[in-house]
């Protein structure tokens, strides 16, 4: 499904859905359509906002050399985890939404090298590793 960046934004910011709902005028079957692209837990009723999605992932990051960010929350096989209203989520694929509006496709994984990277701009799903192919096989298997 397409994603319209209005909604995805205002879900990151940990808007609640009526607040969705009322400001881009949108149906509660959209915010949720939108809310489970993205794989963000469900709001809780009547509790607190939850903080950002942002907040929470760059709270466990850090910089390191070479521009790569380092995941310091935990990891379950290998993969960097954001654990979260009783879910656990991708760090891979919470770092993919903060830089796409669209839904990442196959497995999200970095592309630098640095093991365990979460530099959303580092990070490759399917699509972005068939373009960065094909993108390859222009500049050096042209016959210029
Ligand atoms: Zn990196």
Not at 8 to 36: C, F, K, P, Y
Not at 46 to 51: E, Q, S, Y
Not at 56 to 75: I, K
Not at 89 to 110: Q, W
Request: overall charge positive; glycine content about 12%; aromatic content about 6%.
């Amino acid at each position: 499904m397409k994603l319209r960046t209005d909604i995805v934004e205002m879900l990151q910011q940990g808007a609640h859905q009526q607040d969705i709902m009322r400001t881009l005028h949108v149906g509660a079957t959209l915010v949720v359509s939108h809310r489970e692209a993205l794989h963000l837990p469900a709001p809780r009723r009547g509790g607190t906002p939850l903080r950002p999605i942002e907040t929470e992932f760059h709270a466990r990051t850090e910089h390191v050399d070479g521009g790569h960010l380092r995941w310091t929350g935990y990891h379950a096989n290998g993969v960097p985890k954001l654990g979260r209203q009783g879910g656990h989520f991708s760090a891979y694929r919470i770092a993919f939404g903060l830089l796409h509006t669209r839904e990442p496709v196959g497995r999200v994984r970095p592309g630098c090298g640095y093991p365990r990277c979460v530099e959303p701009t580092h990070l490759e799903d399917q699509t972005i590793r068939i373009q960065l192919r094909s993108q390859m096989a222009g500049i050096f298997g042209g016959t210029s």
